[in-house]
């Protein structure tokens, strides 16, 4: 109890301090004021920036994705890789039936690059052969008409669903592209469907125009027209819990030595690595930066001292009267020690006050439309603003506490 009541009193004191020398105090916070605000700001910042990544990384498939793909055969195995038609549409049909973990599944086909000329202009267009899961798998959204669907692949239907971007610069505004046709290759596809369109602007340039400039048609189709054989480049599978990531690997690998005779001419990748070096980028920023702002915060520890000695000389009678008076070097110690932390917490206030001005600034700066304060942040500012100022007050105070009490009501 004696240890909580010196801690309010030594509070007490030091807001009174604070008071009675208020352009002393507001100086000595300058640098504790500053470096919150700048650690906040800098943080709030490094997540705008790294929001945006991360966005990105999710919107093309996530840590869920997988990808199979074509591999040179070993040499060990080079004179039976005949034994393996290669990487096949029957194998993405082979795993959506093996492996009931996987919730999406496409092979993929590039097709062509087509010319595309309209009403409002001319532009160019990839154009991927896909099972209709491939727009689940990458976030895509059916706006108007519908998906490709099983029974077009069934058939080797000669429909296509195509983006945001090709409905613009090909239809006048207000016409429907549904039922419309559309060119690749020089073969009529009609077209069932239009994709959402997608505006995220970051940097000056538009990180999903990718997403508006897609043209999907049917796998079979394209296999049978431009291949001559049921071959594909991927298969893009999406798992439905990130957590069961190594079991899906490992069964989907079971299947494909099945359906392959053995013949390693694929290899499976997954995409833990780029999300980890996503973090890795994250917290090099974070750490580069907030170690900038927490200069800023020592600077701010050691004015605090300054003016903690100070105040210790300005009061060295009132010590030596306290302990005359009964108290023990532990209350003085805990008294000043309590002062330094009312300075420094009041300087964190303060710059959590100053950081939301800031990042307003910066975010007017940046034309960031979800650019806010990271809570999180705010708290680990103030948690080093009040740490530093126990830090800074130790010295001081164990100087106090040890001042000899005669000598003390001697000094003039």
């Not at 105090?25 to 650690?39: H, K, N, P, W, Y």
């Not at 983006?163 to 039922?179: C, K, L, N, T, W």
């Not at 950081?355 to 700066?365: D, P």
């Amino acid at each position: 109890m004696n240890f909580i009541f010196e801690f309010f009193v030594g509070v007490s004191n030091g807001l009174g301090e604070i008071w009675s020398h208020k352009i002393r105090s507001m100086l000595s916070m300058i640098g504790i004021i500053l470096g919150c605000a700048a650690l906040v700001a800098m943080m709030s910042v490094v997540d705008n920036l790294m929001r945006d990544s991360r966005q990105a990384f999710e919107e093309s498939g996530g840590v869920e994705l997988i990808e199979v793909v074509r591999q040179d055969v070993p040499d060990e195995q080079a004179d039976i890789a005949s034994l393996s038609k290669g990487l096949t549409i029957d194998d993405a049909y082979a795993i959506r039936y093996a492996v009931p973990l996987i919730e999406y599944i496409s092979p993929q086909i590039w097709v062509s690059h087509e010319r595309v000329r309209g009403k409002r202009g001319r532009t160019w267009m990839p154009v991927f052969a896909i099972f209709g899961d491939n727009v689940d798998i990458g976030q895509l959204e059916i706006e108007r008409g519908r998906n490709l669907c099983e029974l077009d692949m069934r058939s080797y239907a000669s429909v296509a669903v195509v983006g945001s971007e090709y409905a613009r610069v090909v239809f006048a505004p207000g016409e429907d592209p549904i039922g419309k046709f559309v060119r690749v290759k020089g073969s009529l596809y009609q077209i069932v469907g239009v994709m959402k369109h997608y505006e995220r602007i970051v940097g000056g340039r538009n990180v999903l125009a990718r997403k508006n400039r897609l043209i999907y048609i049917p796998i079979t189709t394209a296999a049978m027209r431009y291949r001559g054989d049921r071959g594909v480049n991927t298969i893009y599978m999406k798992v439905r819990d990130a957590r069961n990531l190594s079991d899906v690997v490992s069964q989907v690998e079971n299947t494909m030595n099945q359906m392959h005779n053995g013949i390693q001419d694929f290899s499976i990748t997954t995409r833990e690595a780029e999300l980890e070096k996503y973090k890795a980028r994250e917290m090099k920023w974070k750490m580069g930066l907030g170690g900038v702002a927490l200069i800023s915060l020592f600077v701010g520890g050691i004015g605090i001292m300054n003016v903690m000695l100070a105040v210790i000389n300005e009061r060295i009678r009132e010590i030596g009267v306290r302990k005359a008076l009964g108290a023990r070097s532990s209350d003085i110690f805990m008294q000043f020690l309590a002062e330094s932390v009312v300075i420094s917490f009041l300087g964190g206030l303060f710059g959590m006050i100053l950081s939301v001005a800031l990042v307003f600034v910066l975010k007017q700066i940046l034309g960031a439309e979800e650019m806010a304060v990271p809570f999180d942040s705010m708290m680990y500012a103030m948690l080093f603003s009040i740490s530093i100022g126990i830090v800074s007050g130790v010295y001081p105070s164990l100087r106090a506490a040890r001042l000899d009490p005669i000598t003390a009501l001697r000094y003039e």
